[in-house]
């Protein structure tokens, strides 16, 4: 089979991922949603793999998640990890997220997940044709198609 029936397959079988894109000016929340879909991602017992531009930014989204969007009382986490190599945490549901930055950990495309968070980085191209996944984007501002 060319690759052209192959495209042509999987377009005429439908997406086998879902892509949602949260734009909007800077400073306006696009992290604080996605880091919300985190944690109801994770409540459901699901894989999730959050890429950001550096590791800094990564560790900050990781404490944001513990300290602000999981609830204390409702979110039990069986473990959190801050090492310099370790950003997860585990919820009592069997949900987990593992942070990630481009240039310091291999990319998300190359682990499988549930579901792909991309803050202010580009999506991998190859997961648009992966296993059946969901893919949460946040390009930066400037990057947006639109203003």
Do not use: C
């Not at 997406?15 to 604080?32: A, E, F, I």
């Not at 204390?72 to 549901?93: K, M, Q, T, W, Y």
């Not at 682990?111 to 992966?130: I, N, Q, S």
Request: proline share 5%; hydrophobic share 35%; charged share 25%.
């Amino acid at each position: 089979m060319t690759t052209a029936e192959k495209v042509h397959q999987d377009a005429v079988a439908g997406p086998k991922v879902t892509v949602v894109t949260v734009s909007g000016d800077r400073q306006h929340g696009k992290t604080h949603i996605l880091l919300d879909l985190v944690a109801g991602e994770i409540r459901r017992g699901r894989f999730v793999l959050y890429e950001t531009s550096d590791w800094p930014v990564a560790q900050e989204h990781h404490r944001n998640l513990v300290d602000i969007h999981l609830m204390p009382g409702i979110d039990v986490l069986e473990r959190v990890r801050r090492s310099a190599n370790d950003l997860s945490v585990r919820h009592r549901s069997g949900g987990r997220v593992q942070f990630l930055s481009i240039g310091r950990t291999r990319s998300g495309a190359h682990y499988r997940a549930d579901t792909y968070v991309f803050d202010d980085v580009p999506v991998p191209r190859e997961l648009l044709y992966g296993p059946p996944a969901r893919i949460y984007h946040a390009p930066r501002a400037d990057d947006r198609l639109f203003w």
